[in-house]
């Protein structure tokens, strides 16, 4: 379970974020003091903090740096009253990992929490090669065929030396599990670690995420930003799916490689930035670059030392123990007594093509020991597909996409904007709603068969009820 610490002298924003954060996933203490603070990093151990910046004792700034130099990858909220954007930036170049204004917005601040939790786990957790433990502290590298071997000896040479890494594979291969092994075996791995999915951030967003920018350069644009490569100064940015970068921000990110400078969009100020750059993508470069939907020069430039992850068709001797870790752990995380997965179970998980994966073998393995009525994962337990039978939902696929189109069209028909969120919003629903259907209602099942985290969970549910 995770843990929160909350720093503010009022009594009444303490109690409303106490009430409002703590979950059967987070733990939430509190202090009303900088001084009282401190004493509580060292015995509480916290995953996260908020700080609010003005105490009675000193100002959040001052003990934003203080805990920073207790523990440097610490992830630290900063919340004011007054919307100074000094403070913001200043807030920014220390280290904050985000800056929120009173009164604060109780989704907000969930799902800010909720991603420095995930910051924190990724920096903390080690993600470890294959060996015999299983411990529930680390995040395992799983495989012991000849492509994987490879693997490992390539994170053995390339981590220690600090350069830019690229990282190909296809989508589910586990690209980011290897940067944090990369992060987490070199020189800066007592130093921050960010990730970035670059297909997840709208183009038009993406730029000013990792550079920032400056105030009024855009619309919308009211205060200045601090970007990520400012913020993980020293540190590691993991830029996942790179192949989506507009090619304006593949120019800024090729001069940031080359000469550790850049400026914030609508910016002069020149800005130097020491961030090792370990890059992913599932897309093929060399085809991109030679159709000029990327830079040549920044492929030359990442080209230079890569890690190739192979795809799980090509270790098919490593399905039967990532089937038996996946079983393990997901088991576990579900309150399960599952043990073990019978034989025919496992022939046809070797038969299986595994388009999707790991990931793919993952989620079929959560579907099993959801439907496990003892201790041994059967083929009976497997989706439809692995035992040749049509899935009923495989039958109204064609009618869920014709109702998707219909009601585009009536949107459009109709001269609304939004569509966009429009339809996703009504996909949502439909998605939630069939997921808790088939778990019963139970949110921690659902929430692993989605893929989102119990916070994420709660707060579409009560979107969605509001």
């Known amino acids: 379970m995770a843990k929160l610490l909350i720093i503010d002298d009022e009594p009444n924003v303490l109690y409303s974020l106490q009430t409002g954060l703590e979950s059967e996933e987070l733990t939430v203490v509190t202090a009303g003091t900088g001084k009282q603070g ?6 509480e151990s916290p995953d996260v903090v908020i700080v609010d910046v003005q105490l009675p004792d000193q100002s959040g700034l001052e003990l934003l740096a203080q805990i920073k130099r207790h523990d440097q990858k610490l992830p630290v909220i900063v919340v004011t009253a007054h919307a100074a954007t000094e403070t913001a930036i200043e807030a920014m170049k220390r280290g904050a990992f985000e800056y929120l204004l009173k009164p604060v917005d109780l989704y907000q601040i969930r799902e800010v929490v909720g991603r420095a939790v995930e910051l924190r786990r990724i920096q903390s957790v080690p993600a470890v090669f294959d060996g015999p433990s299983d411990s529930e502290g680390s995040d395992r590298i799983v495989g012991q065929s000849p492509p994987m071997q490879e693997v490992y000896k390539a994170i053995g040479r390339i981590a220690p030396q600090d350069v830019t890494v690229l990282i190909l594979g296809e989508s589910g291969t586990g690209k980011e599990l290897i940067a944090r092994a990369l992060y987490q075996h070199s020189r800066r791995s007592d130093r921050p670690f960010l990730a970035i999915n670059c297909a997840a951030i709208p183009e038009a967003l993406l730029e000013s995420e ?3 920018h400056e105030k ?15 913020q993980v100064n020293g540190g590691t940015l993991f830029l996942d799916e790179i192949g989506d970068m507009t090619p304006a921000t593949q120019a800024k990110v090729l001069r940031l490689l080359q000469e550790q400078q850049f400026e914030r969009i609508g910016g002069r100020e020149t800005i130097s930035a020491d961030v090792r750059v ?23 430039r990442l ?12 270790r098919e001797a490593d399905i039967p123990m990532l089937a038996e870790h996946f079983v393990r752990i997901i088991s576990r995380k579900l309150q399960k007594n599952v043990r073990a997965l019978s034989p025919e179970a496992m022939r046809l998980l070797r ?39 049509r899935s009923p939902a ?4 064609s009618a869920d996409v014709c109702h998707v189109r219909t009601l585009t069209r009536r949107l459009l028909e109709a001269g609304e904007g939004d569509i966009y969120r429009k339809v996703l919003a009504e996909v949502d629903r439909a998605v939630l709603e069939e997921t808790l259907r088939h778990v019963g209602g139970n949110q921690v099942q659902a929430s692993e068969l989605l893929g989102l985290s119990r916070t994420t969970l ?9």
Request: hydrophobic share 40%; net charge neutral; charged share 25%.
């Open 278 to 300: 370990i890059a992913a993508t599932n897309q093929n470069l060399d085809e991109m670059a030679s159709e000029g939907k990327f830079r040549q020069d920044l492929l030359y």
């Open 394 to 397: 495989a039958a109204s696929d």
């Open 38 to 43: 401190l004493a509580s990093l060292k015995t």
């Open 458 to 466: 709660r707060n579409k549910l009560e979107r969605k009820t509001s």
């Open 351 to 389: 038969l299986h093509p595994w388009p999707g994966n790991v990931r793919e073998l993952q989620n079929v393995i959560r579907y099993g020991v959801i439907q496990a009525p003892g201790e041994v994962l059967t083929a009976e337990c497997l989706p439809p597909a692995f035992r040749g039978e």
């Open 210 to 212: 990792l550079f920032g």
């Open 216 to 230: 009024g350069a855009f619309t919308g644009a009211d205060r200045q930003r601090v970007g990520k490569f400012e």
């Open 303 to 314: 080209n230079g030392v890569t890690v190739l992850l192979p795809p799980l068709r090509e």
